[in-house]
């Protein structure tokens, strides 16, 4: 099972790729089959929902003061109507609707993700096919829409494209909300921006429900620590990162990025190198 060792590079990783858009959940399992850990073993997949934990943690203190904002404005929304006309009290229940279908369908089709799904020749198709999407919704997106523009369509469109990264592991979470909103006419700050705030609800479920899971299963307590602490640590400093670099860059030397690591993927599969 997962060692300690193995949780601290699991959990850089993690950390590392999971707001980027280039596939945290296909960067794990590559990981994985590189250290010889079965990619398909349920306390492995429990293992690595878990340690998001840490990286959706990062993401809750980065933006603790918008998070804070939203959520007293929703508050005070509920209890007086007459306040339910301010945009942060109509965002809060735009991230709880646009949450529903991809628990839907994380819960429905579990067995088919954590089964045929979770080959890494998916993921390595699916980092390839994610980089044309991404590429084309960089290039023709208007970018002319901020944050404060958004709509609930907006939210359940970007929030629904979550399911794209549940079923073809690798096209990646944040590639698929970031360039859901890039094709929505957003600007990359305010897709990037979403794409955190769309993901807290989901990424938490998971954890929690993949947390007995873990345990059962045979992950140990201690490696599932690391593992999360790690990941919170990397990942506060990569959410920084990004946000500097989407207001000054494209996504076009993410596109290359995925590009690359998918036909490597394509042939260490072929080469019988890694075992999918």
């Not at 509920?78 to 809060?92: G, L, N, T, V």
């Not at 088919?112 to 198709?125: D, H, M, Y």
Request: neutral net charge.
């Amino acid at each position: 099972m997962i060692n300690v060792g193995q949780a601290i590079v699991l959990g850089i990783v993690e950390g590392l790729t999971e707001f980027l858009p280039v596939s945290s959940t296909g960067h794990l399992k590559i990981t994985e089959g590189l250290m010889d850990i079965p990619v398909d073993d349920k306390a492995v997949v429990g293992f690595t929902a878990v340690i998001q934990v840490g990286a959706i943690a990062a993401v809750l203190v980065y933006f603790f003061s918008d998070i804070v904002r939203i959520v007293k404005a929703w508050g005070v929304g509920i209890a007086r109507p007459s306040e339910r006309y301010h945009h942060d009290y109509k965002f809060a229940w735009w991230v709880i609707y646009a949450t529903i279908p991809v628990v839907i369908v994380g819960v429905t089709a579990k067995p088919l993700i954590e089964g045929p799904l979770a080959s890494l020749w998916v993921v390595a198709g699916s980092l390839i096919g994610g980089s044309a999407v991404m590429f084309a919704a960089d290039r023709l997106g208007k970018h002319k829409r901020g944050e404060d523009d958004t709509s609930l369509s907006d939210a359940m469109l970007i929030g629904s494209s979550q399911i794209l990264a549940l079923l073809f592991p690798g096209f990646s979470r944040s590639g698929a909300t970031m360039s859901t909103g890039l094709m929505l006419g957003l600007d990359r700050v305010a897709a990037t921006r979403l794409s955190f705030f769309l993901g807290i609800p989901a990424l938490t479920g998971a954890g929690i429900y993949e947390l007995p899971s873990a345990l059962g299963s045979g992950a140990g307590v201690l490696p599932l620590a690391v593992g999360t602490l790690v990941s919170f640590v990397v990942a506060y400093a990569s959410i920084a990162w990004l946000l500097r670099f989407v207001a000054r860059h494209s996504f076009t030397s993410f596109v290359v990025y995925r590009i690359v690591v998918g036909l490597l993927l394509f042939g260490l599969l072929g080469a019988g190198t890694l075992n999918a």
